[in-house]
DNA sequence: TGTATTTTTGTCTGATATTGTCAAGTATAA
DNA sequence: TTATACTTGACAATATCAGACAAAAATACA
């Protein structure tokens, strides 16, 4: 879980509390917890928002959770995950 | 949509009829209609059965359904889509 | 040790999204 | 027109998921 690392790295860089964190997201701490740990998924326009909190670039941690969900699309299809990934930059870049 | 293009040209070649597909399918029409249209997604486990009723290879339908499901991930990421899977290329070469 | 704090886990629920089905619509050809 | 193929929209059934809460587990520290 690339994005969920991430950003426990960071709280835990910065001293702050999974708490802190929580209640400038108006979230509660379960969740957050779980969404630190990679068993919930946060939502895409959270993802700002805890880059705000955390004081880090929101493209980055975006990029972190995109990746996440192309990992999950490509869960248990490994054989064919290389050949995807051609496809689909070939057709982004047209 | 790459997998609703591919495999409507694929019927069409053989001259089948959506109700050949769905019924060996055994799938309402209406339903069939709209994968074949983009509009519904078909599930990971009729992939190959769609293969065998339209004589290709179930690897290359596997793989335009995975670039499909990857491109609904970054759609409206356009500015982070190639950093997005440069990391996930890394992370899936390790 | 005991106690307070933080983190984690399990479960439930309401909201949201997805899927399957049906009926009615359009399009095309005979 | 009539028949056939395809498409669309609406709805109900189903599955999924965020959010909430309580309680357990881990950690810190007096």
Redesign the interface.
């Not at 064919?80 to 990934?85: F, G, I, N, S």
């Given at each position: 879980m690339?994005f969920a690392n991430k950003i426990r790295e960071l709280r835990e860089n910065k001293q702050m509390l999974q708490r802190h964190v929580s209640a400038a997201l108006d979230m509660d701490n379960a969740m957050y917890c779980k969404i630190e740990k990679g068993d919930r998924r946060a939502k895409r326009e959270q993802i700002p928002l805890i880059a705000g909190i955390l004081q880090t670039d929101a493209?980055e941690l975006?990029?972190?959770w995109?990746?996440d969900?192309?990992?999950e699309?490509?869960e248990g299809?490994k054989e064919?995950?290389?050949?995807?990934?051609k496809?689909?930059?070939e057709?982004?870049n047209r």
């Open positions: 690339l493209e975006l990029t972190l995109l990746a969900n192309i990992m699309v490509l299809e064919l995950a290389e050949q995807t990934l496809v689909v930059i057709k982004i």
